[in-house]
């Protein structure tokens, strides 16, 4: 038995077969953390929705998802709130017979797991919040996309205010400015903001020493341990590698390059 983390999959599927053979995955006895941003922009959008969901169904509660950005915007398309951009690869999931059947299921998702100490959460978590604030508005985010409508919160979604900035917090946040303010423009590389730009997890370490944070999201920032926070985004969709890591017994990161699936 062993308790596992996957970063963002984007819809690759291939890489994510290849990484469960690769750590010898056993869905009868392990239990499995996805970082979200299940699919969009990568090749298998359906068919990786299609096999977390069946998963899911297997496994119960051992298996643990929180939604991430590209999560979030399938659903404001499916649900007819915002149209698919030029980039997005979500034609094949809302053309699908069983889509409402898919994105309902992944409305009732979660933006935040804990346990323990350990957390799932796909952005990351605000130093100048609590732990018990971020889980309130991961819970009213939670309560909105759930409920019987999911789209009066859809539609406020991308807002300043609330549920916006829970949204943009826990499921978009990579940089903050100086003032602590988000700073959503800025998505490169740590070692290349401007000045007085910093990552998100720059002062978590003092704020949330004694937990464990999964997170995805940052591509270009890859695989890396920062004090309390574990990123698990390797850029797979990008080039890069799909990675896992044991929440049980962390040791060196599990990873798939893209293609190699
Ligand atoms: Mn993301």
Redesign the pocket.
């Known amino acids: 038995m062993a308790d596992w983390v996957i970063g963002?999959l984007?819809g690759c599927l291939d890489e994510f077969d290849a990484l469960l053979q690769l750590i010898r995955f056993d869905p009868s006895a392990d239990t499995l953390w996805l970082t979200?941003?299940l699919i969009n922009r990568g090749p298998k959008c359906l068919e990786t929705l299609r096999y977390v969901h069946t998963l899911h169904q297997e496994m119960g509660a051992r298996l643990q998802i929180v939604l991430?950005?590209?999560d979030v915007h399938l659903l404001t398309c499916w649900a007819g709130v915002r149209t698919p951009g030029r980039t997005d690869t979500l034609a094949s999931i809302l053309a699908a017979s069983d889509a409402n059947s898919l994105c309902n299921w992944l409305r009732t998702q979660p933006f935040l797991h804990e346990q323990g100490s350990h957390i799932l959460v796909?952005?990351g978590l605000h130093p100048s919040l609590s732990l018990s604030q971020h889980r309130a508005l991961a819970n009213g985010l939670h309560g909105g996309l759930s409920g019987s409508d999911p789209r009066p919160t859809l539609q406020a979604i991308y807002g300043e205010q609330q549920p916006g900035f829970a949204a943009a917090v826990l499921?978009?946040m990579r940089c903050l400015n100086a003032d602590l303010s988000l700073n959503l423009q800025e998505k490169g590389a740590p070692d290349n903001l401007p000045d007085g730009v910093m990552p998100w997890y720059t002062l978590a370490a003092h704020r949330f020493a004694d937990a464990q944070i999964h997170t995805?999201?940052?591509?270009a920032l890859g695989y890396g341990v920062y004090g309390p926070v574990v990123a698990l985004?390797g850029g797979c969709v990008w080039g890069g590698d799909l990675v896992a890591v044991r929440r049980d017994a962390p040791a060196r990161p599990y990873r798939i390059s893209r293609g190699a699936g």
Do not use: M, S
């Not at 995805?216 to 591509?219: E, K, L, T, V």
């Open positions: 963002d984007h979200g941003d991430g950005n590209h796909h952005a499921t978009r995805g999201h940052w591509a985004d």
